[in-house]
């Protein structure tokens, strides 16, 4: 079954830090990954995808994300977290066949303090 | 501006009571969808259409249903709301069906079933 795992349910950080939030998948072929950020009372927000090609894909607000194929992960990243950076973060993925049907990770806290 | 808008935002209800939310996007996408979102459970699509006068089950359809008259709206509609239907709904829009394409999401509609 396809299937997203983002495996901390919180990821607490100081501004300046750099941050990761993880995220690895199970999916049959290819997929497609992507980024969504949720802030509080909003909807969620397109971040970054990655589709083919290079395995770094850099997105809004100064976040990237790695594509690791062997091991399956697709973790996002920011060399200097701001507190603004507080929010839900979800992975989400798709595949050829797919019908549209994104398949999300359960969503990461992601909290930065000063 | 290029979005999706859906009504209402909050709804509170009573079981049995049939209710609408309504869902637009203005970027001559194809494909929408409706998840809804969980504690815990990350989002899941309920039903999707891929085009006008076509729509399918997503993952959770029981108690849902929705049409695709024109292109631009995809109502939900909740013909007899249970407790269980208390959550946060989202809408959500793309070029395509195709995995690849960047699913767009509208605010978020939050409804609670008493």
């Known amino acids: 079954a396809q299937s997203v795992a983002q495996p901390e349910d919180q990821v607490n950080v100081a501004e300046g830090n750099p941050l990761t939030v993880k995220c690895t998948y199970s999916?049959?072929?290819?997929?497609?990954l992507f980024w969504y950020v949720q802030y509080p009372n909003r909807g969620l927000q397109f971040l970054l995808k990655?589709?083919?090609?290079?395995?770094l894909v850099k997105g809004s607000y100064g976040f990237e994300a790695e594509f690791n194929k062997s091991q399956t992960s697709f973790h996002l990243k920011k060399p200097s977290a701001l507190v603004s950076d507080s929010a839900l973060y979800f992975c989400?993925?798709?595949?050829?066949?797919?019908?549209?049907?994104?398949?999300f990770g359960k969503g990461t806290k992601l909290s930065v303090k000063p | 501006e290029a979005q999706v808008t859906q009504n209402p935002r909050y709804l509170i209800t009573v079981t049995g009571k049939k209710l609408t939310v309504t869902c637009s996007q203005n970027?001559?996408?194809?494909?929408m969808s409706w998840y809804r979102q969980d504690p815990g459970l990350g989002l899941r699509q309920i039903y999707y259409?891929?085009?006008?006068?076509?729509?399918d089950k997503g993952d959770v359809p029981e108690g849902y249903k929705v049409s695709r008259k024109e292109k631009r709206n995809f109502p939900l509609i909740l013909e007899s709301p249970s407790p269980n239907q208390t959550s946060l709904y989202f809408c959500?829009?793309?070029?395509?069906?195709?995995?690849?394409?960047?699913?767009?999401f509208g605010p978020g509609t939050r409804l609670t079933v008493l």
């Open positions: 259409s891929m085009n006008v006068e076509v729509t």
């Open positions: 970027m001559n996408h194809e494909y």
């Open positions: 959500a829009s793309s070029l395509s069906s195709w995995g690849s394409d960047t699913q767009y």
């Open positions: 990655y589709i083919t090609g290079d395995n």
């Open positions: 999916v049959s072929g290819n997929p497609y």
């Open positions: 989400a993925v798709s595949f050829g066949g797919s019908q549209g049907n994104l398949i």
